[in-house]
T-cell receptor, first 109, second 116 residues
Framework: GQNIDQPTEMTATEGAIVQINCTYQ??????LFWYQQHAGEAPTFLSY??LDGLEEKGRFSSFLSRSKGYSYLLLKELQMKDSASYLC??????????WGAGTKLIIKP | KAGVTQTPRYLIKTRGQQVTLSCSPI?????VSWYQQTPGQGLQFLFE???????NKGNFPGRFSGRQFSNSRSEMNVSTLELGDSALYLC???????????????FGEGSRLTVL
């Protein structure tokens, strides 16, 4: 079967750096997405990786290793507003998105 | 441009009833996907419509159905509601996720269904 694993919850301190990992086993691979979802709100797109390596977007970076079935989302200079759930999703060989259960990130002052 | 609009935002139903949820995608987006979200379960894919045709379907019982109209607006229907159907139902639109490239999804705020 297809599976996406990510930690259920993580806690970090304001101003620090946090890395949220995502491992996947899917039928084929056509890209990996990270979305952010604040409580009570809709998920919003953060990043997309289809080739190995690091994609940087301001304070957020996303890394992909296709051979290891592994990705991480790196958040730098954490702010209180970064408290949210972070969803990892992989597009499989049928271009269907397979979603992880999400990682709830708690930022403490 | 206007985002994805879902109606109603909140609704309460009783077991055995049926419900219809509506989604208006971003102008120009022809793909509409529906998801069920419950605490701890993540996003569970229901179905995806493109140009009025259902292209993909998740592992949900036949009580869950949907359709898409010529203007790309979509509806989903759940019949014979069960307590376990209580969830946030999210609609997402995209230009076309079935293609190489990002094809990121734009989500609506969701319809929160409570079944009593």
């Amino acid at each position: 079967g297809q599976n996406i694993d990510q930690p259920t919850e993580m806690t970090a301190t304001e101003g620090a750096i946090v890395q949220i990992n995502c491992t996947y086993q899917t039928s084929g691979f056509n890209g990996l997405f990270w979305y952010q979802q604040h409580a009570g709100e809709a998920p919003t797109f953060l990043s997309y990786n289809v080739l190995d390596g690091l994609e940087e977007k301001g304070r957020f970076s996303s890394f992909l290793s296709r051979s290891k079935g592994y990705s991480y989302l790196l958040l730098k200079e954490l702010q209180m507003k970064d408290s949210a759930s972070y969803l990892c999703a992989v597009k499989d060989s049928n271009y269907q998105l397979i979603w992880g259960a999400g990682t709830k990130l708690i930022i403490k002052p | 441009k206007a985002g994805v609009t879902q109606t109603p935002r909140y609704l309460i139903k009783t077991r055995g009833q049926q419900v219809t949820l509506s989604c208006s995608p971003i102008s120009g987006h022809r793909s509409v996907s529906w998801y069920q979200q419950t605490p701890g379960q993540g996003l569970q894919f229901l179905f995806e419509y493109f140009s009025e045709t259902q292209r993909n379907k998740g592992n949900f019982p036949g009580r869950f159905s949907g359709r898409q109209f010529s203007n790309s607006r979509s509806e989903m229907n759940v019949s014979t509601l069960e307590l376990g159907d209580s969830a946030l139902y999210l609609c997402a639109s995209s230009l076309d996720p079935l293609r190489v490239g990002a094809g990121e999804l734009f989500f609506g705020e969701g319809s929160r269904l409570t079944v009593l």
